[in-house]
Nanobody
Framework: QEQLVESGGGLVQPGGSLRLSCAAS????????MGWYRQAPGKQRELVAV???????NYADSVKGRFTISRDNAENTVYLQMNSLKPEDTAVYYC?????????????WGQGTQVTVSS
């Protein structure tokens, strides 16, 4: 069973930076998009950023200009560089891989990594 493993979360002061990483523990075929979501206490999970296999990106309005998503196709790894962090960025961040294969559509999720922005 393939799993996604996230790393890079932690506690940072407002205005600071963090870089999240997500890698698959096994081979996942047919990946066409990789993304990051987050869920703050009492709120629904929301999309933060997504990148397609072709390199197209999309960001939530709240993080545009501050966060950058990138991927290493050879390693099936996705990154999220977070700059100018704000307290409202505090949440559990989850990576997601979406794969399309002849047998159907598949979504893989990481276990989540806590990001806390506080002075």
């Amino acid at each position: 069973q393939e799993q996604l493993v996230e790393s890079g979360g932690g506690l940072v002061q407002p205005g600071g930076s963090l870089r999240l990483s997500c890698a698959a523990s096994g081979t996942i075929r047919g990946i066409n998009a990789m993304g990051w979501y987050r869920q703050a206490p009492g709120k629904q999970r929301e999309l933060v950023a997504v990148i397609t296999s072709g390199g197209s990106t999309n960001y939530a309005d709240s993080v545009k200009g501050r966060f950058t998503i990138s991927r290493d196709n050879a390693e099936n790894t996705v990154y999220l560089q977070m700059n100018s962090l704000k307290p409202e960025d505090t949440a559990v961040y989850y990576c997601n891989y979406h794969a399309s294969r002849w047998s159907g559509e598949y979504d893989y999720w990481g276990q989540g990594t806590q990001v806390t922005v506080s002075s």
